[in-house]
C-alpha cells in the first residue's frame, strides 16, 4: 500500500505565512492612511504655490539625504519615541492617553530638581537618580490619570489631554519662580545642570543615548506585553474589562502598571532632553515630542516594534521643517499641519478595519 507524499504547506497555511499576512492585514489601514495623507498635504502645498514633488525632495534630503540629516532625525526621534510608549502601553489595557506632552515636561523637571539636588554625586549615581526621578514623576502623573479612570470613570483621553495644560503651567511657574536661574533674562530657565551631570553625544556626532535607550525601551514593551503573563492579562482587560474582572485579573493593578509604565516612558524622555540637549528646565522641553509621540503610537497601532521606524519618519519630518521655509517660502508651521493630516487620515482609516478587500478572512482570523 503506498501512500501519497505529503503536500506542502503553502505560503498561507504555513506559521511564516499567517504571520505575514496577519502583519499584512494589521498594517493595511495604516499604510492607506498615510498614502491619503501624503496626496492630501501635496494639494495643500499645491494650493500654497509650491511643488509638491519637490516638497517631498526637500523632506527627504533634509531628513536622511546625508550623514548629517540622520543625526538630526535621530536626535528628534528619540524623545518621540518614548513618548509614543505612553499612549501604547495604556493602550494594551484599552485606555486611550495621550497626556505624552504632559509627562515629558514633568519628567524634565523632576530629572533637574534630582540634578541639582545631587551635585557633589558622582556622575553615573546622579544621571540613574535623575533618570528615576523624570520616570517617577512622568509615571505617577499618568498613572494618576489611570486611577481616576478605573475608580470615578473619568474619560481617560479627555483627561489627559486636559493635564497636558497643567503639566505645562506647573513648569512655568516653576522656572519663573523658585528654580529661576537670576541669569536667565529673556528666557526664564532654572539653574543649570553641572557638566559632569549631562549625556554626551557619542564621538564625532551630535547623537545622543537617548536613541538607544528608546530602542531598548520598545524592546522590553514587546518582551513585556508578548512574552509574559502580565501581558496576556493586559490583553484580556483591554478587550473586555467585565470579563477580566468576573474571571478574576487584577483590572485595577494591570490598568495602573501599564499607565505608570507608559508615563515613566515620556518622563524619561524629558529626563534625556534635559540631561543631553537642554542642560536646564525651561519651556523649550514643550515643543510638541509628546503631541508627536501618540500620532506615532496611533499609526503604529500601538505595537512597540512599530513605534521605532515610525519615529525615525517623524522626526525625519521635524528636521525638514526648516528648508520647507526657505527653500519653498512655506510657513514654518507646514510640517504640523502633515502631522495634523496624518492623524486625521489614520483615526478615519480605524472604520476599514476588516473591511479590505482580501484581507477581510485575515482580520478575522488574526
Known amino acids: ?14 506559521p511564516w505565512g499567517s504571520r505575514l499576512n496577519a502583519v499584512l492585514a494589521g498594517a493595511a489601514p495604516s499604510i492607506i492612511a498615510l498614502l491619503a495623507a501624503v496626496l492630501l498635504f501635496g494639494l495643500f502645498c499645491f494650493s500654497q504655490g509650491a511643488s509638491p514633488l519637490a516638497v517631498f525632495a526637500s523632506i527627504n534630503k533634509a531628513a536622511f539625504g546625508s550623514w548629517y540629516s540622520w543625526q538630526n532625525t535621530l536626535v528628534r526621534a528619540a524623545p518621540i519615541l518614548l513618548a509614543a510608549l505612553c499612549t501604547a502601553l495604556p493602550a494594551r489595557t484599552g485606555l486611550f492617553v495621550i497626556g505624552n506632552e504632559g509627562a515629558l515636561v514633568l519628567g524634565g523637571l523632576g530629572a533637574v530638581l534630582a540634578g541639582l539636588a545631587t551635585q557633589t554625586l558622582s556622575p553615573v549615581l546622579a544621571l540613574l537618580l535623575m533618570a528615576l526621578a523624570g520616570g517617577t514623576a512622568g509615571g505617577l502623573w499618568i498613572m494618576a490619570a489611570g486611577a481616576l479612570h478605573h475608580y470615578r470613570g473619568v474619560n481617560p483621553t479627555i483627561l489627559t489631554l486636559l493635564m497636558n495644560y497643567v503639566a505645562i503651567a506647573l513648569l512655568d511657574h516653576v522656572v519663573e519662580g523658585p528654580l529661576r536661574d537670576p541669569a536667565s533674562l529673556n528666557k526664564p530657565s532654572s539653574r543649570a545642570l553641572v557638566d559632569s551631570h549631562l549625556l554626551a553625544n557619542f564621538s564625532g556626532t551630535n547623537i545622543h543615548p537617548g536613541i538607544l535607550i528608546g530602542i531598548v525601551c520598545c524592546l522590553l514593551a ?19 474589562p467585565r470579563a477580566a474582572a468576573l474571571s478574576g485579573l487584577p483590572v485595577a493593578r494591570i490598568v495602573l502598571t501599564a499607565t505608570f509604565l507608559g508615563g515613566a516612558a515620556a518622563g524619561l524622555a524629558g529626563m534625556i532632553e534635559v540631561a543631553a540637549v ?16 501618540f500620532l506615532v503610537s496611533f499609526v503604529a497601532r500601538h505595537h ?55 484581507l477581510r478572512g485575515v482580520v478575522t482570523k488574526s
Open 222 to 240: 514587546w518582551w513585556l506585553f508578548t512574552r509574559t503573563p502580565f501581558g496576556f492579562a493586559s490583553s484580556v482587560v483591554g478587550g473586555n
Open 278 to 293: 537642554h542642560g536646564r528646565a525651561n519651556d523649550s522641553l514643550h515643543v510638541g515630542y509628546g503631541y508627536a509621540g
Open 304 to 358: 512597540p516594534l512599530g513605534l521605532i521606524p515610525v519615529s525615525l519618519l517623524l522626526g525625519g519630518l521635524l528636521a525638514s521643517g526648516g528648508i520647507l521655509q526657505r527653500t519653498h517660502h512655506l510657513s514654518d508651521a507646514t510640517i504640523l499641519v502633515f502631522q495634523g493630516i496624518v492623524f486625521l487620515c489614520i483615526l478615519f482609516s480605524e472604520s476599514l478595519r476588516g473591511r479590505l478587500p482580501g
Open 1 to 14: 500500500m503506498t501512500t501519497s507524499p505529503a503536500a506542502a504547506p503553502t505560503p498561507a497555511s504555513s
